[in-house]
């Protein structure tokens, strides 16, 4: 056995610094006691709850920090003086990087900054080596579908890549892309690094059969509109396709121009001028050509307007002209030949044109073929053919004349000209009237003009005999009927189809009793009709028709 002294001597070494209580029974309730030591006789006693809160700080047991909420990787935010809200719409998992809020109203990520200069922002930063084609970063937008299942891919999503990891030539690219009709992303819009330094490539829409709205303006500084690759380009509007050139109104680059990559033709048109240049080196090309398919009387034209800005034409300026040009043989650019048109006179009721036709001879345009209105006579044309007293003018078919063509001659100088030929069909009505209302045959002339008899024949036509003896045919100038032979008469018939029964012909053969007077003056002739009467009635109706063919010379006497 230890002797006493022994054991006090442990008893002291194992309480020395340190209190040991053995076998400390549980109230069974919160006796709100807690053993402390005297900091300066190491006395130990006890304090209270509120003791120790006062001593740590805290005013009372109700401002304890407490957790609200449980949910597994929530984040914590402020729930008041002594909460902390573990939010269970907003997570965040380290093991994944994910971040998630969920919210049956709204899930709002709000940026706000109020420095002057600094703007929000919100970073995508890979860390590893990066290669072509490396995502940065994305943007996605999930929901479900009609049948309630999420659509995992999203229904859209912007994707930042590496277009080109090469240090000093780094280059990015952006996409922006929705689920195209079967649920696959697909990209709408694309902007990539260029080819060169500052060139950011932009392709918009997918699919050959997609549309590009643009609801304003779309300005191209520079550059080209490209087509697919052999495929066409079209341009289509519900309204017009208006192109404005040179909108600074400065004058320069004013060419509106359509050109084949090989060079073989080109169709530029001059804003500023008003011009088009349609070319190419094919043969037989360019062509120009307008179709009408409309199924009325219509057709195309082509019209060349001089306006004068509105302000009325004025004698002589011209209207259009149509040149056909081309090098001689030295490369020199001539004009071999033109189509002019000219206003003849311009007062308003009066406008009278002309038209000229002219090809080059010795260099110097001259005029082959002119048609001028007549400004004084109403509905009269004028019509010079050839140029030059040695040219000729050659006729393939026939020539068919309305009128007479005067010739002009001097004393002593001689001329050629033709022979006219004139058709009157006299009625059954005008014959019975043909004793008071002569027929004319040939219309007048003109003044210094005389209509020579050459010949003719006469058609008859009978409807019943003509049983009247004193009805006599007669040819003669206007205002001269009935006629005297020998005196004002140019074709005498005696007793015309006087108790004839069958149809008749007969033939007009001027000039064959030599010397026999026409007129009885110097005036009676000139610018004077040619016409027909009987100088006593024929039997009424006895004529069906009666067809009188002359044949005349018109002689100016200037």
Known sequence: MKWIGQHIVDFIARFRSDVYLEEIANPGSDT????????????????TGANVLSDIGASSESTDLEFNGSTANGVLTYGGAAQIDVESGFKFNPSYGLATINSSVNAI???????????????????AVGDDGDGLGEIKWIGDD???????????????????????????????????????????????????????????????????TIAGDLQVNGGDILGPTDGDLNIKSD???????????????????????????????????????????LSAYPTLTLTNTTDDFGGPFIALVNDRDGNGLEDNDILGTINF????????????????????????????????????????????????????????????IANGAASTTTVAGGLVVTTGLPVVLSSEAQG???????????????????????????????ANTVIVLLGGMIRVDRAATQTEA?????????????????????????????????DRVFHIHAGIAGGVPVTDSLTEDVDAAMEVSFDAAATLNCFTSIEVYITYQVISIA
Request: glycine share 12%; aromatic share 6%.
């Open 325 to 384: 040009q081309g090098d001689d043989v030295a490369g020199g650019f001539e004009a071999y030949a033109n189509i002019v048109g000219t206003v003849v006179e311009a007062d308003h009721g009066d406008e009278a044109g002309q038209i000229a036709i002219s090809v080059a001879n010795d260099g110097t345009l001259r005029n082959g073929i002119t048609m001028t209105a007549d400004k004084g006579t109403p509905e009269e044309v004028d019509v010079t």
């Open 239 to 281: 309204g017009g396709v208006f192109l404005t050139l040179d909108t600074d109104t400065d004058e320069n680059n004013q060419m509106f121009t359509i050109a084949e990559t090989s060079g073989e033709g080109s169709f530029q048109y001059n804003a500023g001028r008003g011009a088009l240049d349609i070319s190419s080196s």
């Open 109 to 127: 990520l709000s940026l706000t900054n109020t420095h002057a200069s600094n703007v929000p922002a919100i970073a995508f930063q890979r860390t």
């Open 416 to 446: 050629q000209f033709g022979v006219q030929v004139a058709r009157r069909t006299i009625t059954t009505a005008e014959a019975n009237a043909m004793n008071s209302v002569p027929i004319e045959l040939v219309p007048a002339q003109g």
């Open 470 to 502: 004193a009805c006599n045919l007669h040819i003669h100038y206007e205002s001269e009927e009935p006629g005297t032979f020998g005196q004002s008469i140019l074709y005498h018939h005696r007793r015309f189809m006087h108790n004839n029964t069958v």
């Open 32 to 47: 709100d006691k807690f053993l402390v030591a005297d900091a300066t006789t190491g006395k130990v006693g006890f304090r």
């Open 146 to 212: 009609d049948g309630g299942e999420p659509l995992s891919t999203g229904f859209a999503k912007i994707l930042g890549e590496i277009a080109t990891a090469a240090n000093g030539q780094e280059g990015g690219k952006l996409s922006l892309q929705v689920a195209a009709h079967d649920g696959g992303l697909e990209n709408g819009l694309i902007l990539e690094e260029g080819d060169v330094d500052a060139e950011v490539d932009v392709t918009i829409a997918n699919g050959a059969a997609s549309t590009t």
